[in-house]
């Protein structure tokens, strides 16, 4: 009787292992999210109509999209009536007046050495950022949208849009 006891409590610390473990994997996991210098809440920036050309001022342009600088941030914030007094905006206000740029973290994932990337050719044939870039505007937080820009991936998109597969297009 012991032993059927000892086997049984056995058994059902082994299956809440295998629960507990089972629901872990089931959730997704915070490694998208991405640690910035500042928060950032895209929602609250849509709401003031801001686009994403206001602060990505290159992807029309360049190959690169570009990140903000910290006196262009601050040229908006500035007049902000509460600039001192709540804490990520005093973050901006002493990164100005420090003269120090901030510095964002990059929120996509690298690609390859090899991959030559243009903004500007996906921006002339009007793809959308959010088709690339998922939905920033809809977060309180800046995380990782898109987990990898794979090669699969981007072949699939050039296939619907009958967009270049040569691989000289992308690959250098």
Known sequence: MKKRAVGLSVLMVVIGILVYFGVMA???PRSNLV???ILFNHIRHQEKDVECYDCHQFYKKYAVAGIPDTEL???CHKSDKD???KEEKRKLHNYFTKKIEIEWQRVNTPLPDD???NHKRHVVKDIECQECHGKPEELVDTRRLVEDFTMDWCIDCHHKEDADEDC???HK
């Open 26 to 28: 089931a959730i997704p």
């Open 35 to 37: 640690e910035q210098p």
């Open 73 to 75: 941030c601050y040229s």
């Open 83 to 85: 600039l001192k007094e």
């Open 115 to 117: 991959v030559v990337f």
């Open 168 to 170: 000289l297009a992308c």
